[in-house]
C-alpha cells in the first residue's frame, strides 16, 4: 500500500539527517496521499540507520493504523491537525535542528532580515504562544498543531510555510513531503543567519517593499526566478 509515498517519506527522514537537523530519533516527517486521503509517516523513536520504506506507518485522518507493526510518531496528532486544517498541505517535517529551536526556545519570531529570509517566507517566521498547564497535559501533541494554526491566523501557510512552537522547535511543511524538507532546511539556515545578523545588531526587519519584490519573483504568478517549465 502506497509503496512511492513510503519510499518518498523515508527518504524525507534520511534527508533530514543527512543535512544536519536532526540527531538521534529528535524529527518526524509525513505525507499525505491525495487521491485516498491516507498519511505516512515515521515510525516513533525508531534509529533512522535502522529503518527501512516498510517501517513507515500507514494512518488514517483518526489517526488509525491502517498498515504497520509500528507505533506511529508521537507527534502525529500535531501533524493530523495541520493536515486536517489546510487542504494545501502534502507534507510535514518537525525537527529540532539548533537554529530554529533557539529561537522557538527563546519564544521569538524571526524578523525578515534580508533578502534570503524573503525569497523563501513572505514575512517573518511566526512563534507560537506557550501552551497553558492544561493544554500540555491532556491532548499535548494535538494542541500544539492547535497553536500552530492559531498563531498563522489568516495567514496563508504556503507564504509562511513554517512556524515555531514556543519552547520547543520548527515545524514546517509543503506541498508535499520532499518540499516540507526543503522548507525545513531553508529555515535552519535562515534562523542560522537571523542569529548572527541579531549578534550584530540589526534587529529590524527590511522594507516591505523588498520583501515584496524577492518573494513574488520567486512565487506567485509573476514570478519569474528559474527556468520556464
Known amino acids: 500500500m502506497l509503496k512511492e509515498l513510503k519510499?518518498?517519506?523515508f527518504r524525507a527522514n534520511i534527508d533530514l539527517v543527512e543535512n544536519g537537523l536532526?540527531?538521534?530519533t529528535w524529527g518526524n516527517a509525513s505525507?499525505?496521499?491525495p487521491e485516498t486521503g491516507l498519511i505516512v509517516i515515521k515510525p516513533s523513536g525508531v534509529k533512522y540507520d535502522l529503518m527501512t520504506p516498510s517501517d513507515m506507518v500507514v494512518i488514517d485522518m483518526d489517526g488509525k493504523v491502517v498498515e504497520g507493526n509500528r507505533k506511529p510518531s508521537t507527534d502525529t496528532p500535531t501533524h493530523l491537525f495541520l493536515y486536517a486544517s489546510y487542504a494545501s498541505i502534502g507534507g510535514i517535517v518537525h525537527t529540532h535542528s539548533a537554529f530554529a529551536t533557539a529561537w522557538?526556545?527563546?519564544?521569538?519570531?524571526i524578523p525578515a532580515l534580508g533578502t534570503t529570509h524573503a525569497d523563501h517566507y513572505y514575512g517573518e517566521v511566526p512563534c507560537t504562544r506557550k501552551l497553558t498547564e492544561e493544554e500540555i497535559k491532556k491532548n499535548y501533541e494535538l494542541n500544539t498543531?492547535?497553536?500552530i494554526v492559531e498563531r498563522l491566523g489568516n495567514t496563508d501557510p504556503m507564504a509562511v510555510p513554517s512556524v515555531l512552537v514556543?519552547?520547543?522547535?520548527?515545524?514546517?511543511?509543503g506541498i508535499d513531503v520532499e518540499e516540507a524538507v526543503y522548507n525545513a532546511v531553508a529555515l535552519e539556515e535562515i534562523a542560522r543567519i537571523a542569529f548572527y545578523t541579531v549578534l550584530l545588531g540589526q534587529k529590524e526587519s527590511v522594507d516591505r517593499v523588498l520583501i515584496e519584490k524577492h518573494y513574488r519573483r520567486k512565487h506567485g504568478k509573476g514570478a519569474y526566478y528559474g527556468q520556464k517549465k
Do not use: I, L, M
Open 7 to 9: 519510499e518518498a517519506v
Open 145 to 147: 498543531g492547535k497553536v
Open 22 to 24: 536532526v540527531v538521534h
Open 166 to 173: 514556543n519552547c520547543h522547535g520548527p515545524f514546517a511543511w
Open 31 to 33: 505525507g499525505k496521499d
Open 104 to 109: 522557538a526556545q527563546a519564544g521569538k519570531n
